[in-house]
């Protein structure tokens, strides 16, 4: 719970339940290190992974946004959530709008 993650030190762990776009589907994190042949790891930014979903994810919908970039405010590479999350909103408010009835 985030009740114990602050109590832990760590209270960006883990959101309140239904306060995170994770658990609405409008963001994901992904695993952004490279192991090398010799052990080692190449990490966030730097990895082809990383490059590849800021090359890619923005043809599904999906960004790291500015403040998670490298350089950002808080820079997260694993990071990548919806462009345009109002919009996604709407339409499934609209879908649960449509089913309830």
């Known amino acids: 719970t985030s009740e114990q993650k602050t109590a832990e ?53 999906f960004w790291n946004p500015g403040w998670a970039q490298k350089g950002g405010s808080l820079p997260e590479a694993w990071h990548f959530e919806a462009i345009n999350k109002e919009e996604y909103l709407k339409i499934f408010a609209a879908r649960a709008s449509t089913q309830s009835e």
Do not use: C
């Not at 760590?10 to 609405?24: I, N, Q, V």
């Open 9 to 61: 030190g760590k209270p960006r762990e883990a959101a309140e339940p239904g306060s995170s776009p994770h658990g609405w589907g409008l963001a994901f994190d992904y695993n952004t290190m490279v192991r090398q042949p010799d052990g080692t790891y190449i990490g966030s930014f730097d990895s082809p992974r990383y490059k590849w979903l800021f090359a890619n994810a923005p043809k599904r919908g």
